[in-house]
């Protein structure tokens, strides 16, 4: 296979310095799949971190980045050079929105740890598990009762 230079996210989280052409080409694959949960998971929550997220990883992996992120990224930017103080400046990064601005990462990263239980049983579902197993063996790692990964999934599911 030929080998190819590291250019994506992920990619430069391993070690040694190629990377045949199909691992470079899947973790594009994988990186595309990522921005796009972000901005997905931005329009759930309108947490401006994730636009941020999105862009940051359709940059370092080298992705064209859609139109729409660049649009909303232009907005931002007018609301940036009007704003007069740090308020502003939060607001207008979407960075307030029921959380406050220091507190936008936490509730991002809570989002996306609520995002990835829901997925494992939703799953664990779709392969057929029974849900109350699904809850019990995806919560025992975690060290979440069953009841907690069941809360947890049916509000995620709520907001689908």
Do not use: C
């Not at 391993?14 to 199909?22: H, T």
């Not at 980045?65 to 050079?81: F, S, T, W």
């Not at 406050?100 to 995002?115: E, K, L, V």
């Amino acid at each position: 296979m030929k080998a190819v230079k590291k250019s994506s996210p992920r990619a430069h989280k391993r070690s040694g310095p190629l990377l045949s052409k199909a691992e470079a080409d899947l973790d594009k694959q994988y990186d595309e799949a990522e921005a796009w949960g972000h901005l997905r998971i931005y329009v759930r929550t309108r947490n401006g971190w994730f636009i941020w997220r999105a862009f940051r990883v359709f940059r370092l992996a080298g992705l064209p980045i859609p139109e729409a992120l660049m649009v909303k990224l232009d907005q931002i930017a007018g609301r940036l050079l009007e704003a007069g103080d740090h308020r502003a400046i939060a607001k207008a990064l979407e960075m307030t929105k029921g959380v406050g601005g220091p507190q936008g990462r936490t509730a991002a990263i809570a989002t996306i740890n609520t995002r990835a239980i829901a997925q494992q049983v939703n799953d664990r579902i779709q392969a057929g598990q029974k849900k109350t197993l699904a809850y019990e063996r995806v919560g025992k790692p975690l060290r979440k009762t069953e009841k907690q990964v069941k809360e947890i999934y049916l509000r995620w599911q709520r907001k689908r």
